[in-house]
């Protein structure tokens, strides 16, 4: 999905501070202004940013049990770098102190978002198998599940803030778990 909004901030560069709040909703980038506004109006992800593979399933087995597996393919953490200008710096670039005060930041995007994807795409299998049985007037399923059976750690969280913990990871795929489960329908 091409997000193209040139046109506009040619004609209206005041546009661009709305152009880069719509792009932080839409594209984990971070909200903040850009000291060059048409740099980031056309963002074209590549194609593979965009597609997702989740096929899901259900066998019947002997024994009335069903053994049901999920895969998950969506792409990896799309890689931004996002440089927050302090007061101080903005002052000695301005040669006078910001109107939002000493205190004031700005936050510049460094690359261009959703385009470069360092992470590897992430792969996980749930599998479960469960069984049916009647009591009286009630259904009973117990089953056993099984999340991430391949006990695959992509990462899925990255620091976005350049700095020196840019790119450092926050967050990994939960390992390995299995859950005893029972569902009861009267």
């Known amino acids: ?59 019947p087995l002997p024994w009335d049990l069903r053994a049901s597996f999920n895969y998950q393919h969506p792409p990896g953490v799309a890689t931004t770098s996002t440089y927050v200008v ?19 930041t700005a936050a510049f995007e460094l690359l261009e978002p959703q385009r470069l994807r360092r992470e590897s795409r992430l792969n996980q299998v749930n599998l479960a198998v469960t069984r049916q049985f009647t009591v009286g007037g009630a259904r009973l399923l117990p089953g056993i599940e099984l999340h991430n059976a391949l006990n695959a750690s992509t990462v899925h969280t990255i620091v976005t ?5 840019w790119e450092g990871v926050r967050g990994v795929l939960t390992p390995r778990i299995m859950k005893f489960a029972l569902q009861v329908d009267f």
Not at 86 to 104: F, N, Q, V
């Open 1 to 59: 999905m091409v997000t193209d909004a040139c046109d506009i901030v040619d004609d209206v560069p005041e546009f661009a501070m709305n152009l880069a709040a719509t792009v932080a909703l839409t594209t984990n980038s971070v909200v903040g202004p850009n000291n060059a506004p048409s740099r980031f109006c056309r963002i074209s992800p590549p194609w593979s940013a965009l597609t997702q593979v989740k096929p899901f399933g259900t066998y």
């Open 86 to 104: 302090s007061g101080a710096e903005i002052a000695a670039a301005l040669g006078r102190a910001p109107a939002a005060g000493a205190r004031a």
């Open 161 to 165: 803030r350049y700095g020196p913990a």
